[in-house]
Antibody, heavy 118, light 110 residues
Framework: QVQLVQSGAEVKKPGASVKVSCKVS????????MHWVRQAPGKGLEWMGG????????IYAQKFQGRVTMTEDTSTDTAYMELSSLRSEDTAVYYC???????????WGQGTLVTVSS | QSALTQPASVSGSPGQSITISCTGT?????????VSWYQQHPGKAPKLMIY???ERPSGVSNRFSGSKSGNTASLTISGLQAEDEADYYC??????????FGGGTKLTVL
């Protein structure tokens, strides 16, 4: 069974960057595709991007292209999501979520609250 | 990519059935049988309830069912229980390795 454990809450100033981690256990990163989804306070879920195993590339939602970078360290089975040029609208809970055997997000991390405030 | 359209809220009494709709376009919901539904309780991570339009993961009650017609997918919960009160989100594959979520529906069990 996959378990995802994310890093702790962050407070950042506008213009800064944040890097959130997601540690995988029960599987190795190479056995699944990692995606990132965020949720602003009181708002819905928003897909940010994820790994496409068919192409071997990471695909980003158009809204975040140029500002987000998703990476993986297969030696530690840890995925990372870095968002730069932060603004107040980026205040949200950021989730990592896996796609394994199909076309759906079957396992989610506990979420990491990122607060952007001056 | 625009978010899929869901009603903001639905409600029902214990034992009743409710249906939540999820309307997309011919580029997402209408093109792929890859709609999934997620339940989210306050302060918790989303939980997969339905995948590939109508399939239930192991451990999910058979009171939850899904369907699709054209550009609209639906989640039906029968025999409503207090524990079903939560937010529900639909999600669809949108081509080119991208995904889109619905805006979410708050279910209130009266």
């Amino acid at each position: 069974q996959v378990q995802l454990v994310q890093s702790g809450a962050e407070v950042k100033k506008p213009g800064a960057s944040v890097k959130v981690s997601c540690k995988v256990s029960g599987y190795t990163l190479t056995e699944l595709s990692m995606h990132w989804v965020r949720q602003a306070p009181g708002k819905g879920l928003e897909w940010m991007g994820g790994f496409d195993p068919e192409d071997g590339e990471t695909i980003y939602a158009q809204k975040f292209q140029g500002r987000v970078t998703m990476t993986e360290d297969t030696s530690t089975d840890t995925a990372y999501m870095e968002l730069s040029s932060l603004r107040s609208e980026d205040t949200a809970v950021y989730y990592c979520a896996t796609v394994r055997d199909g076309w759906y997000f079957d396992c989610w991390g506990q979420g990491t609250l990122v607060t952007v405030s001056s | 990519q625009s978010a899929l359209t869901q009603p903001a809220s639905v409600s029902g009494s214990p034992g009743q059935s409710i249906t939540i709709s999820c309307t997309g376009t011919s580029s997402d919901v209408g093109s792929y049988n890859l709609v999934s539904w997620y339940q989210q309780h306050p302060g918790k991570a989303p939980k997969l309830m339905i995948y590939e339009v109508c399939e239930r993961p192991s451990g999910v009650s058979n009171r939850f069912s899904g369907s699709k017609s054209g550009n609209t997918a639906s989640l039906t919960i029968s025999g409503l229980q207090a524990e079903d009160e939560a937010d529900y989100y639909c999600c669809s594959y949108a081509g080119s390795s991208t995904w889109v979520f619905g805006g979410g529906t708050k279910l209130t069990v009266l």
